[in-house]
């Protein structure tokens, strides 16, 4: 830190300022993305399965207080699938896509653990699977 007005540096020692061994906020431990596709373009078709996986990490750092314990994400798992089929109609050229969406239907869960392995909930929401349609034209 420069203090200006004597142009001397005020130095610290970085033990005091970082918890030691803290995981980073937004790393996992393991991580793990597969995608897996099929297209066969004579018949205008596309099929994808993408599966997301992340170990718990940490959503936000404990402070420096003894009371402040860091928050963790317990990652859902993420599967989705799409197929989109091309086809014409009428001399019109358009596309239908099919997507399933959060298909392993996992929620999203955040919580706190004490050193004695006591966990409250900090926020949950669900995440409920869904399937999308949507038919689109070409110009």
């Known amino acids: 830190i420069n203090d200006r007005s004597s142009n001397t540096a ?3 020692s970085a033990p005091g300022l970082i918890v030691d061994g803290r995981s980073l906020v937004g790393q996992s ?4 993305n597969f995608q897996l596709g099929f297209q066969d373009p004579e018949n205008g078709l596309s099929v994808t399965a993408l599966l997301n996986y992340a170990s718990n990490r940490v959503l936000f750092a404990e402070g420096t ?5 860091a928050v963790e994400e317990d990652v859902p798992l993420s599967l989705d699938l799409i197929a989109r089929k091309d086809f014409t109609f009428y001399g019109g050229e358009y596309n239908v896509t099919l997507a399933g969406r959060n298909l392993a ?4 869960r955040s919580f706190r653990e004490d050193d004695f392995g006591n966990t409250a909930d900090f926020f949950t929401y669900g995440r409920d ?6 038919l ?4």
């Open 29 to 32: 431990d393991h991580l793990f």
């Open 129 to 134: 699977p869904r399937i999308e349609v949507s």
């Open 65 to 69: 207080d003894a009371l402040a314990i």
């Open 136 to 139: 689109s034209a070409r110009f």
């Open 105 to 108: 239907g996992q929620d999203f």
């Open 10 to 12: 005020d130095v610290r």
